[in-house]
């Protein structure tokens, strides 16, 4: 069982910065690929950014490819989502998810992950 806390949402102008944290709770952290999802009011939840258990390999969304950086560190159990250039489209509430790792596959589908924290509204102003 694994328990995530998200943090570092906020309101920010267009071209600003915010850093998420997710926080996640018990002793095998890097057993787990971790995610970044995100979703806009009336839209369906979506893939944003996904990490290895090592944190090794990296993946985005093409629509955030060059702005924003995944990262963790399994000594925190701490997943980040670094978040630059930031547009109003990138205006949602954004969830953390885990699931156990499997080697070679990258994980990008809701379905696919098994468990999610709260979220944090993340809010752009143009």
């Known amino acids: 069982q694994v328990q995530l806390v998200e943090s570092g949402g906020g309101l920010v102008q267009a071209g600003g910065s915010l850093r998420l944290s997710c926080a996640a709770s018990?002793?095998?952290?890097?057993?787990?690929?971790m995610g970044w999802f995100r979703q806009a009011p009336g839209k369906e939840r979506e893939f944003v950014a996904g990490?290895?258990?090592?944190?090794?390999?990296?993946y985005y969304t093409d629509s955030v490819k060059g702005r924003f950086t995944i990262s963790r560190d399994n000594a925190k159990n701490t997943v980040y989502l670094q978040m630059n250039s930031l547009k109003p489209e990138d205006t949602a509430v954004y969830y953390c998810?885990?699931?156990?790792?499997?080697?070679?596959?990258?994980?990008?589908?809701?379905?696919?992950?098994?468990?999610w924290g709260q979220g944090t509204q993340v809010t752009v102003s143009s």
């Open positions: 998810a885990a699931r156990r790792r499997i080697a070679g596959i990258k994980f990008m589908s809701v379905d696919e992950y098994d468990y």
């Open positions: 018990g002793r095998t952290f890097s057993s787990y690929v």
């Open positions: 990490i290895s258990w090592s944190g090794g390999s990296t």
